[in-house]
């Protein structure tokens, strides 16, 4: 009789220790701790977020408004500098990734600054089908067309003006930034990821039925796409931060 309650107990332990084996497992795997990875551990959240549900996923919309505020485009091709450096050196205030860039280290499209050009405007029908464009008094602007005098001219893409979803033939989930023009004639600098996991983000084909299905604070009328993914950068104005996994081509710096 004590040998079969003997050998009872031992099997209720070795049970026991195998199901913590496997909790302690879970906790630790890689997959698990990929979705709660933080860029900058420890901080605040943005003080200027918007949630939007699409499709059963949860997304977050980071924003700063453009309007107000002294705006530059810096060129990070060849100095490959940390975000966050640039940012300090520059004393940006809020600040975001630019435009997309090639292998060779070039921008992809136009991309004139101060009347200084760094690479002249691509054909590209399908991408790069809008423009950010600064005036000479400051003032912001994105569309599918640009003002000839515009000192600075920053293409990129797609440009949306309509709730459509995308037809792609290559997507993916990524993290996203974004400029954003509202119903009154405002502009935004925009991020959006997954609400749990600040690395990933919606597929591109998705931007749009999200964007507009936003009815507070701002209704949305047009988006122009930066790059996103693993060269995405973005700083709001009360410092919250999203860092860059590999080098940003250029920063949008506002000051």
Do not use: W
Request: net charge neutral; glycine share 6%; with cysteine.
């Amino acid at each position: 009789m004590k040998l079969v309650l003997f050998v009872f107990c031992l099997v209720i332990l070795l049970l026991f220790g195998y199901k913590f084996i496997q909790q302690k497992r879970l906790i630790i795997s890689p997959s698990t701790f990929q979705e709660n990875i933080s860029p900058t551990p420890h901080q605040k959240e943005s003080l200027t977020s918007i949630l939007v549900k699409h499709e059963e996923t949860s997304y977050r919309i980071l924003y700063t408004k453009l309007a107000g505020q002294t705006i530059t485009i810096i060129p990070n091709y060849q100095t490959k500098k940390a975000a966050a450096t640039i940012v300090e050196e520059n004393t940006c205030k809020a600040a975001s990734s630019g435009g997309f860039y090639k292998e060779d280290n070039k921008p992809l499209g136009l991309l004139k600054i101060n009347n200084e050009l760094f690479n002249p405007e691509s054909n590209d029908t399908r991408l790069l089908t809008g423009f950010f464009f600064i005036g000479k008094n400051n003032t912001v602007g994105i569309g599918k067309t640009y003002p000839d005098d515009a000192p600075t001219v920053l293409q990129s893409g797609p440009y949306f003006t309509s709730a459509n979803r995308l037809q792609l033939r290559q997507d993916g989930l990524a993290r996203r930034i974004m400029i954003i023009e509202d119903t009154s004639g405002q502009f935004y600098l925009a991020a959006i990821t997954m609400q749990e996991n600040t690395h990933s983000g919606p597929l591109l084909a998705n931007l749009p039925p999200i964007l507009f299905s936003i009815k507070e604070p701002f209704r949305v009328t047009s988006i122009l796409n930066l790059d996103g993914g693993s060269a995405s950068f973005f700083m709001d104005e009360s410092g919250y931060t999203l860092s860059e996994l590999t080098y940003v081509g250029s920063l949008i710096c506002i000051r």
